[in-house]
């Protein structure tokens, strides 16, 4: 768990940040959006203390973050960051390798955690592990650097724009893999971006952030059927607000029993997404499982309902 207490940052007469007050619980994504200069990247860097911060404090399951040396902190804390910050004179390896060197892990454990890191963001070890970070595409690089972030398998993740550099589909592939990934390893994640979309793709939370103040931190539910203020409202941007709820709340308040024919939806996939499998491949209903196994089916009807009546269970607490 991290909690922002009266959080600020003072830039010479300017709070950059001021009075930020948060809980992000554990195992949870929260995302930070807002328009440039808003104190996003500021806000971030006080958890691991990269900005020491002019009021306030920062928790770390319960431990106040000063209570260890600056450089023990990061260590548990992992750090991902736009245009992926890889040493560009080290191998993909060497690079990913970077916080287990700095923990003392022994060759074999580091060698097992790279290889298992790389076949998990889809890059084969026997191909990629010597290879320099240059050689490969824009997206594996960003792989990569998430992967170099999770290495020693840090409890909390630190993310300031990763995917700003990928292109929409890259993106799109990077998102769903960093929450397939953080469902698996139950790590917590702050994300910053100045994307409402994806804020509401990826966000358990969203904190909206302005002129260095929090306007509102709420589900993505929540903030879509009540936005604290124009400005929140401004940041979400036209588009059918029903439509929009689809595509941030999943299946499991809408699964019931019965047939369903063809492939299956995983439960955790959205709303939006199941319709639209619907409507693709002309189904009235579709198998729904969990780990690889059907555990009921939704029907078309329960979704467009669902669309319907926005604030239901699924997506807000
Ligand atoms: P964001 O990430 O939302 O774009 P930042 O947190 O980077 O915003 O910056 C917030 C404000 O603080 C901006 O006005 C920026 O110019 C100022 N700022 C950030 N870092 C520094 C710094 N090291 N020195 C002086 N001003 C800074
Ligand atoms: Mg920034």
Redesign the pocket.
Known sequence: MIELENLGRR??D?M??EGVSLTVAKGEIAVIV?T????????LRMINRLVEPSTGLVRINGQPNTALPAQELRRGIGYAIQGNGLFPHRTVAENIATVPRLLGWDRARIRARVDALLTLFDLDPALYRDRMPQALSGGQQQRVGVARALAADPPILLMDEPFGALDPILRARAQADLRALQRRLGTTIVL?THDMEEALTLGDRIAV?AE?RLQQYARPAELLTAPANAFVRDLLGSGDPALRLLGVQDLATLVEAGPAEGPAMAVDASMRAALAECLWSRRSALPVSRDGVVIGRVTRAALEAAGGRPLDAGGVA
């Not at 440039?36 to 806000?43: D, F, I």
């Open positions: 830039y010479r300017r950059a940040v807002g440039s200069g808003s104190g996003k990247t500021t806000l910053v952030m260095g």
